[in-house]
């Protein structure tokens, strides 16, 4: 069931909106761009995006997360 794509879509969903509302905690309001950027990771990113979020203390450090998961 897992490896199901409607379950993925489901985990994906919902790993992106606790990772939204961990954004918009920890920065506040964020530019939509981002949000989208955030939004088309993969199930597996989101999970790192999670755990890194934990550590970043402003915005630039989101953008260059996402800098190096573009270039991975």
């Given at each position: 069931m897992k490896e199901s794509v409607?379950?993925?879509d489901v985990v994906q969903k919902?790993?992106?909106k606790l990772i939204?509302?961990?954004?918009?905690?920890?920065?506040g309001d964020i530019d939509a761009s981002l949000v989208e950027q955030v939004r088309n990771?993969?199930?597996e990113q989101l999970e790192?995006?999670?755990e890194d979020l934990l550590d970043f203390s402003?915005?630039?450090?989101l953008v260059a997360?996402?800098?190096q998961q573009e270039q991975a």
């Open positions: 409607i379950y993925q919902e790993t992106f939204s509302r961990q954004m918009k905690r920890r920065f990771l993969s199930a790192e995006l999670g402003e915005v630039a450090d997360w996402l800098e």
